[in-house]
């Protein structure tokens, strides 16, 4: 499996190495360590779209006083994690030691992998096993072809779709599948006073038609969204399964309106999604 290269894309996935996750470990307030929380704060600041960053800034996005996040960048520059020249900070290569462990010892990976290179060849369409974090879900496996013929002409598909990568729930048919899964209560606990950002003119943004929506997946157990995250794009998922039944990722495939309809991938597509599941139920 291919090692995520791109530092940037790192901290996407650090605190999910980590087990950072308030949802998934209760504590006590004596066993949590607010300066380690800080640090993955000040890393998880770093993105594509701010791949540097001063201490005015990393305060902000890390929710820091500014003297506390110059000490957070002066120490993990020191810990050979960050870069500066002085003023600016940004990731050294040293973070790709989180990704790295994790592809090699993450089970969910390894375990969906075969699977979703085998869908890919069958398919030659671009296959993702996704998570949910939060208000994201996280790209954890991708299947090897992400070069598709989009009009024949074999360019890379430019989704933004690649390990570690983070996408808006709310946008995505991964994101609608695992909310699905969620019991009512904790769904509704998710909704509440969130605003769910308009990617384009088709997301659904209104808090009552996304509960629909949401609604609707449930019952279907399955999920085709269509110009949601972005235009021209459809993107079909399933939740995945373990062997006591519950819903621990998803997987999808998208393509490109251009080359397969809406009805045409459902109709193509969706058996074959299922029956993956079906088949590593199983394992995980």
Known sequence: MALLRDPCTVCAIIAQFLDFDSTALDIAKADFIAGMAKGLAVLESFDTERQRLNATLTAERAGLTRAAARRHLLTL?????????????????????????????????????????????????????????????????????????????????????????????????????????????????????????????????????????????????????????????????????????RVVAAVNVVASQGRLAAAGMVRELLPMLLDAAAEVRPLL
């Open 77 to 245: 520059a020191h810990l050979g994690y960050l870069e500066t020249d002085g003023n600016w900070y940004w990731l050294s290569s040293k973070v790709l030691r989180f990704s790295g462990s994790y592809l090699a010892s993450a089970r969910l990976p390894r375990i969906l992998q075969p699977t979703l290179d085998r869908l890919a060849v069958a398919a030659q369409q671009s296959f993702s096993g996704v998570v949910l974090d939060g208000a994201e879900v996280v790209i954890v496996a991708r299947s090897g072809n992400d070069r598709a013929a989009v009009g024949g002409s074999g360019r890379v598909i430019a989704y933004g779709l690649h390990l570690g990568a983070r996408l808006p729930a709310h946008a995505t048919s991964t994101g609608r599948v695992l909310l699905a899964a969620l019991p009512r209560a904790r769904f509704n606990a998710w909704l509440k006073g969130r605003q769910l950002a308009r990617l384009t003119p088709l997301t659904v943004t209104e808090p009552r038609a996304f509960r629909a929506l949401i609604e609707q997946v449930r019952r279907n157990d399955w999920c085709l969204a269509s110009d949601s995250h972005e235009l021209g794009v459809h993107a079909l998922a399933v939740p995945l399964r373990d062997a006591r039944g």
